[in-house]
């Protein structure tokens, strides 16, 4: 079974742009998760969606956005890029949303796509 | 509020010695506590839970992590270290079961393992 696939891998953009990232669950997985890693905060919760409805937000100013597809994959939108938006993207998927006890809510993490802007 | 201290940004060790990794965690809850593991280049991918069964868990690759209320600590420990678990290990919290799928990291461990 393919694993979690983000597009694209590497993104170059300059200030004030906007951006959308893909990302394609596994499949049959209907809950995917986003994720910011930077080197100074660390990694941070974005959003959760399920279903096609986001389930949680993490704390981030609106120019973040995503969205939920009927065939589970998911997008997310930065717009008017800041430099301090350059970081490694991440998204998760698992079968189920919420988390524990068995292996059908585990987050199966891609590997990515890391956003450089100028 | 839910959130974990990882005690050491760096730890090494020699190939074939011993290998902790210090996690503290806070929690209103009872939590759910996790180890990832990220190798250069790589997504993260989940060494071991802790789900409020047995306080002593085991993961993949030899790792381990115990559970300890009283010391609010979820360690991660593997008795002899390889080359190849030179990697960055985060400890995770989250909220117990169902209740969302947001985890809350740790800043990170750099493990290096020096041959």
């Known amino acids: 079974k393919a694993g979690v696939t983000q597009t694209p891998r590497y993104l170059i953009k300059t200030r004030g742009q906007q951006v959308t990232l893909s990302c394609s669950p596994i499949?049959?997985?209907?809950?995917v998760s986003w994720y910011q890693q930077t080197p100074g905060q660390g990694l941070q919760f974005l959003f959760e969606?399920?279903?096609?409805?986001?389930?949680n937000k993490g704390n981030f100013p609106g120019r973040f956005s995503g969205r939920q597809f009927s065939n589970s994959r998911s997008e997310m939108n930065v717009s008017t890029l800041e430099l301090g938006d350059s970081a490694l993207y991440l998204c998760?998927?698992?079968?189920?949303?919420?988390?524990?006890?068995?292996?059908?809510?585990?987050?199966?993490f891609g590997p990515g796509t890391r956003l450089t802007v100028l | 509020a839910q959130s974990v201290t990882q005690l050491d940004s760096h730890v090494s060790v020699s190939e074939g010695t011993p290998v902790l990794l210090r996690c503290n965690y806070s929690?209103?809850?009872?939590?759910?506590l996790f180890w990832y593991v990220q190798h250069p280049n790589k997504g993260l991918q989940l060494l071991l839970k802790?789900?409020?069964?047995?306080?002593l868990v085991k993961g993949i690759n030899g790792f381990e992590a115990e559970f300890k209320k009283s010391e609010t600590s979820f360690h991660l420990t593997k008795p002899s270290a390889h080359m190849s678990d030179a990697a960055e290990y985060f400890c995770?919290?989250?909220?117990?079961?169902?209740?969302?799928?947001?985890?809350?990291f740790g800043t990170g461990t750099l493990l290096a393992v020096q041959p």
């Open positions: 929690s209103s809850y009872s939590p759910s």
């Open positions: 499949s049959g997985h209907r809950s």
């Open positions: 969606y399920f279903s096609e409805t986001q389930r």
């Open positions: 995770v919290v989250t909220l117990p079961r169902g209740a969302t799928n947001k985890l809350i």
């Open positions: 998760a998927s698992s079968l189920l949303p919420g988390l524990i006890g068995g292996d059908d809510y585990e987050q199966f």
């Open positions: 802790y789900t409020s069964a047995a306080t």
